[in-house]
């Protein structure tokens, strides 16, 4: 079983995929091809990590058998889904100024590609890893590339700027603290529409600590 939320996810970012690609110049079908895997992707492959290559396999087996009308999935299998994945995962690297001194490996292609995607469709985000593993170096990057109009890459220049409200928690984080930052933001998003407001919750994992048990807020905000 899955969610509805994660169903009506999927089905926004299968039509954000979309109209992208086929801004990039890819023909109608194979850009609803690639959607409709980018979307998948991204909803429930990103959240699994040493049962990535069973869920293609299992997935796409299944739409092979069922898939009718337009869209295709006959050849796909796991190295042509991955192929997918590390082009856009290429994409988007290629299109933000990361300078000459830091390296595209996997996890910031990755963390990159995921959040600009979710920041984008106000879609909320976990990121998770060790430290070191490039998930505030990635958030740097978009809010040093997303500038708007202002922004120095001209495809980067068609998405809003990135303005990131961020919030450090600890094990005595406060219900008060969290809903601050939010308001903050929701302030800020009121002024500009050409702007995205995020909030950032630095190492949420140290406020379930708290005895305050401030993570209860986000249920309502």
């Not at 609803?32 to 992707?41: A, G, K, N, P």
């Not at 087996?61 to 796909?76: D, Q, V």
């Not at 995607?117 to 170096?137: A, D, E, T």
Request: proline share 4%.
């Amino acid at each position: 079983t899955v969610s509805l939320r994660d169903v009506n996810r999927c089905i926004k970012l299968l039509n954000w995929f979309h109209e992208i690609l086929q801004k990039r110049g890819m023909t109608y079908k194979e850009a609803l091809r690639r959607s409709m895997v980018l979307s998948l992707m991204t909803c429930y492959h990103s959240r699994l990590s040493n049962k990535r290559a069973g869920f293609i396999n299992e997935t796409f087996r299944y739409f092979k058998a069922t898939a009718r009308g337009e869209i295709s999935f006959a050849g796909l299998d796991s190295s042509i889904v991955e192929k997918y994945i590390h082009e856009e995962e290429m994409f988007w690297i290629e299109n933000v100024n990361c300078g000459p001194t830091i390296a595209a490996n996997k996890p910031l292609r990755e963390n990159l590609f995921l959040m600009i995607v979710c920041i984008l469709n106000r879609i909320p985000i976990f990121v998770v890893g060790k430290p070191g593993s490039s998930k505030s170096l990635a958030i740097e990057l978009i809010t040093t590339n997303f500038q708007g109009e202002g922004s120095t890459n001209a495809f980067i220049r068609n998405f809003p700027a990135i303005n990131v409200f961020s919030h450090q928690c600890s094990p005595l984080s406060t219900a008060q603290g969290i809903e601050k930052i939010f308001e903050f933001a929701i302030k800020a998003q009121s002024i500009s529409s050409n702007m995205c407001a995020v909030v950032l919750l630095d190492e949420v994992g140290l406020a379930e600590q708290s005895p305050h048990l401030p993570l209860k807020v986000l249920h309502k905000l």
